[in-house]
């Protein structure tokens, strides 16, 4: 029989000395989108439920024109997609959000969920990481600033140790002239977990035609969320033309490592990884 | 399209139990609740293929909350099956383990965490054996056998109609394929359920998620050895079933020992992985297709040969052998037909009925063969079938007798709705179907009656329809509701159903191959039309006129010529009972489909006394880059007689595409080792609501000498052709062939490279 305690704290503070109490035997129950259904199918047995829904600080989004965007972790997938700041500023966030599972899954899940489960075709990272965030963490001896490309360290692994809650995600404002999108490749039209998703961001110069900027992030395709620097670097400078963007693409599909499984084989997911950046890349590229 | 003066046939009627199910007031099995009821769960096989050598349940038994532990020393032993004669498997396993869920031992407890923690302190010693999983493999005289028996063929059938090797010496054109169909899942919303409770000294009641409850009752009296006066099965609403719930299944008899011994009645509950993997499955086949033709596209030899992957146990297997074969050609007529069905067991999940039964796997490849070789030969696919179309009065070579045929008017309206040109990356896919209303008698070896209806008139202007029609979300009983409104001139409201319980019903075989409507409709008609006779003649007393000068109809009986000369259908009633001396006012009818001698071994005989037939048009738009494939649209012309409850037909249109879709482009249950790996909703992909294409229904109302009002089937004829169209329509688009499901962009990916070498 599944016997656990609950808590729900009200402070992160509190919640903190739980979790670090509880020596790596609680878990934190966000959205509860995958946790639940993990308990339920006895996958994993947790000592000790913290819930951090009564903890106001987790919750909500803010907006400074110089500092950006603060998304705090139990901010849901539906409020991404009707946040009025992330329409405006960055719809590559909300873009991604709406291919998250169903309506029923996004008025639950959470951004935090998202990112800390680490799973590796989470649709939250890919974005997150053309947009240079990082993650705020809270432990018992204050707060840390972790890039997020440093934040995932394997499938269902991030760098939080003991006693770390995941506080909010900061994100920089965009460059000048830039661009943002996120394609998802799925089966289905909803209920989907990403087969292969590109991430890509793109600031031109003033001329209109050259890189100034990108970056390319790519998930479900290696053990952890993944930007393809070498890819990055192949179009940097470069007046954005066909052939420097097949060029681009090809090498991040060199750069994926994906794995054969259900959804897919690696040698399809590596094809689709190409198809997909040479489109990102394009759409993004097309700044009006 | 109004061709008749009804007033409830033929009109859209939503369904009778629409707003109980709407507003959650339906109660299905899950949802029985009795005093002291017990959870039942059962342990299963971990291996593909084992001997038992052992099994300790005491630790599981000493477990608090525990009341009752039982393996099939608990059990008589006696096997079952859905066709008698090959009935293979025990409630409880004896003494080996065929698949990975196989039933071993089942508990019932206090709550359900307690009966599962129960399974998991059950040892169980295996010799572990030899396993196989390809068909191909299990065929080999070599393989482990699974059954005692001399080879692991659960069933073959061949017969051969004129001569193929001539026909296809005749043809100008002759084209081999092989293709491959995959497993899939009823996937009921429902799960299986069932409550069984015992009630001393040697009654049993059960509370069953079923397709047929006198068919249940049947095979719980032989596998309990209890006669069945003792039995009473009753049917809750259901939540789905798709010829997934037809058969018994281990968890049933079991509920039913647990009830016996514990005293209490036990609930068991599928979960979705069971549902998956511990129920049935559609058969996957190998199809060896040849076909000749002329070069006007005449066909002059078809020869199949077939080998289904049974699984671990028979189930429905015979029958599906003999669909495939029996349904090789038909819409379409072919001089000389050859086929070879092989149905084999592997150690993996059992494969039985589901919507379509065996036919839409032959369709896929018939139809998918017959684009090919139109291509080939620079035929119109719709004028290849037209030439070839089945019409009425035909017998086909296997003596199908067709008594009504709207298909070349099917073929007709499909050509009229094909757009001329296409864009890039759009194509449009052809094909058609043919499917049974319902079987006839011998297919299933029963003795049973086939289907039975009384209907009671009561003195407040209703009626009471009493059948053992389980209505398994179909919208039976909203079809029996509208026969019997019309027959007696009154509202579909005034009809009070009272419905699949075999202590107050009379028989009924189930729903199941498409066949209430035909046959329970008869049934039905034929009670009314009684009740109808006895109001009459007591309402041409009254009036002093001729009982054939009556009229039933907007709730009064009057007289033809002279409407306002009559009275209410309520007083009606009250006449007539007075007349009668105070006896009830009752009709009853019955349907047994005529003398049909289906005969297995050569094929021949009349599968059911009358087909529906369908053609349909595929819309795909193909992302070539990434294989992706978007069914935009679906254009469907079917002949299902005439159209009792058009709604309910355009939802059983929309239904078995949404399945179809599925099945042609996501849906595969991956098995590795016997072992399924997707037994979930997330990684077995059914089309969710945004996927499910648009779609355009015509019917074609060829109206049946024998149906009910002329009415033929509608519920599993349209799976068949759904699937061919829309490979058929990604072939338009791309050039690209796949010949095995589903088609997933991965292998049009393949297909596609493979074109352009």
């Known amino acids: 029989m599944l016997t656990f305690s609950y808590y729900a704290p009200t402070s992160l503070n509190q919640a903190c000395r739980l979790l670090s109490e509880a020596q790596g035997q609680a878990r934190l129950l966000a959205g509860g989108t995958d946790l639940l259904i993990q308990m339920k ?77 680490a799973v590796p075709s989470a649709d939250l990272a890919p974005p997150l990481l053309v947009l240079n965030a990082r993650a705020v963490v809270r432990g018992l001896k204050g707060k840390k600033f972790i890039p997020l490309e440093e934040f995932f360290c394997a499938p269902n692994q991030t760098i939080l140790k003991d006693g770390e809650i995941l506080q909010e995600i900061e994100v920089p404002r965009m460059p000048e002239r830039s661009k943002a999108i996120y394609l998802k490749h799925g089966i289905r039209r909803a209920m989907e977990i990403a087969i292969v998703g590109v991430a890509v961001l793109m600031a031109l110069k003033p001329d209109r035609r050259t890189c100034a900027e990108v970056r390319i992030a790519l998930g479900a395709v290696a053990p952890t969320p993944i930007r393809v620097v070498e890819a990055e670097n192949s179009l940097q400078g470069k007046i954005i033309a066909p052939e420097e963007i097949e060029k681009a693409a090809s090498i991040a599909a060199a750069h994926a490592q994906p794995i054969t499984d259900l959804r897919g084989s690696a040698e399809y997911r590596q094809e689709i990884v190409r198809v997909l950046t040479a489109r990102a890349i394009t759409h993004a590229a097309r700044i009006i | 399209m109004k061709h008749h003066n009804y007033s409830i046939i033929g009109h ?59 393996t099939h020393k608990d059990t008589l032993g006696k096997k079952f099956g859905f066709v008698r004669n090959t009935a293979d498997q025990y409630p409880l396993a004896v003494d080996k383990v065929r698949y990975i869920g196989d039933e071993i031992a089942a508990v019932a407890a206090v709550a359900e965490d307690v009966a599962e923690e129960a399974l998991a302190l059950i040892r169980v010693d295996y010799e572990v054996l030899p396993a196989v999983f390809d068909p191909l493999e299990a065929i080999d005289p070599e393989a482990p056998l699974i059954h005692d028996g001399q080879n692991n063929i659960s069933a073959r059938l061949a017969w051969e109609f004129g001569n193929v090797e001539e026909g296809f010496g005749e043809s100008d054109f002759v084209r081999q394929d092989t293709f491959y169909t995959q497993p899939v899942n009823h996937c009921p919303l429902e799960p299986h359920a069932c409550v069984a409770s015992f009630e001393p000294p040697d009654h049993l009641t059960v509370w069953a998620s079923t397709q047929g409850v006198f068919y249940l009752r049947n095979q719980l009296s032989r596998t309990l050895d209890m006669p069945i006066s003792n039995i009473r099965v009753i049917r809750p609403q259901v939540g789905g079933a798709f010829g997934g719930k037809i058969e018994l299944f281990p968890f049933n008899v079991c509920a039913a020992i647990l009830s016996q011994k514990t005293g209490k009645p036990v609930k068991i509950v599928c979960t979705r992985e069971e549902v998956f993997t511990a129920t ?98 620079g035929l119109d696919p719709i004028e290849l079938h037209l030439k070839n179309a089945v019409q009425t009065g035909d017998v086909t070579l296997n003596k199908q007798v067709i008594t009504s045929c709207g298909f070349s008017e099917c073929l007709e309206k499909i050509k009229a709705q094909r757009s001329p040109a296409l864009p890039e990356g759009k194509g449009i896919g052809f094909a058609t179907c043919a499917f049974v209303s319902g079987a006839t008698y011998h297919l299933f070896f029963t003795t049973e009656a086939f289907a039975n209806a009384i209907i009671q008139a009561n003195e407040d202007g209703t009626v009471s329809l009493i059948t053992g029609v389980a209505d398994i979300g179909q919208g039976s009983d909203t079809v029996l509701a509208m026969i019997t409104a019309e027959e007696l001139g009154i509202g579909v409201k005034d009809i009070k159903l009272i419905t699949a319980d075999t202590d107050l019903t009379p028989y009924d075989w189930g729903s199941g191959s498409s066949r209430v409507t035909y046959q329970a409709g008869n049934a039905t008609k034929m009670a009314a039309a009684q009740v109808k006779k006895l109001l009459l003649e007591a309402v041409s007393h009254e009036l002093d006129v001729y009982p054939e000068e009556l009229v039933a109809r907007d709730g009064r009986i009057f007289v033809r010529d002279r409407p306002e000369k009559g009275i209410s259908f309520a007083e009606a009633v009250s006449l007539a009972q007075k007349s009668t001396g105070g006896e009830p006012i009752i009709g009853q009818g019955e349907f047994q489909p005529q003398e049909a001698k289906v005969n297995l071994q050569s094929g021949e005989g009349n599968t059911s006394p009358a087909y529906s037939f369908g053609a349909q048009l595929a819309q795909v738009e193909i992302d070539k880059e990434l294989g992706k494939v978007k069914v935009t649209k679906m254009v469907v012309a079917h002949d299902c007689g005439l159209a009792i409850n058009p709604m309910a037909i355009e939802g059983q249109i929309e239904g078995s595409i949404a399945m179809g879709h599925g099945q042609a482009l996501y849906e595969e249950l991956i098995q590795e080792k016997g072992q399924t790996l997707n037994a979930d909703f997330i990684n077995y992909r059914l089309p969710t609501a945004r996927d499910v294409p648009e779609v355009e229904t015509m019917l074609v109302e060829s109206v049946d000498p024998g149906g009910p009002y002329g009415a033929k089937e509608s519920g599993e004829g349209i799976i068949v052709s759904t699937i061919p169209a829309i490979a058929n329509a990604i072939s338009n688009a791309t050039g690209g062939r796949i010949h095995s499901l589903p088609l997933t962009p991965e292998k049009l990916l393949k297909a596609l490279e493979q074109k352009t070498k």
């Open chain 2, 12 to 70: 859209r009627q939503p369904a009778v139990d629409a707003a109980s199910k709407a507003t959650g007031q339906a109660q299905y099995t899950v949802d029985i609740q009795l005093p002291g009821m017990l959870w039942g769960k059962i342990l299963r096989s971990k291996y593909p293929h084992a001997r038992i050598l052992n099994i300790d349940t005491s630790k599981a038994e000493k477990l608090a909350g525990i009341k009752a532990v039982i």
């Open chain 2, 280 to 377: 049935r499955c559609r058969h996957p086949m190998i199809i060896h297709l040849k076909t000749g033709v002329k070069k006007d596209g005449a066909l002059v030899a078809v020869q199949a040969r077939i080998i289904l992957d049974g699984g671990a146990y028979n189930s429905t297997g015979p029958v599906a052998t003999y669909l495939a074969g029996a349904f090789l050609c038909l819409p379409l007529k072919a001089r000389n037909i050859k086929y070879e069905g092989f149905r084999v067991y592997t150690n993996k999940p059992v494969c039985g009925a589901q919507r379509g039964h065996a036919v839409p796997q032959i369709r896929f490849a018939i139809e998918s063969q017959l684009d090919i070789i139109a291509e080939t030969l």
């Open chain 1, 41 to 117: 199918r006895n996958l994993v047995k947790p000592q000790f439920l913290i819930d951090l829904k009564k903890i106001k600080r987790l919750k909500g989004i803010e907006y400074d024109p110089e500092k950006g965007l603060r998304i705090r972790a139990l901010v849901t997938h539906s409020e991404l997609l009707h946040n009025p700041w992330i329409l405006g500023y960055y719809p590559i966030l909300a873009q991604a959000a709406q291919t998250i599972g169903s309506v029923q899954i996004r008025n639950k899940g959470t951004v935090g969920g998202n990112l800390c489960h």
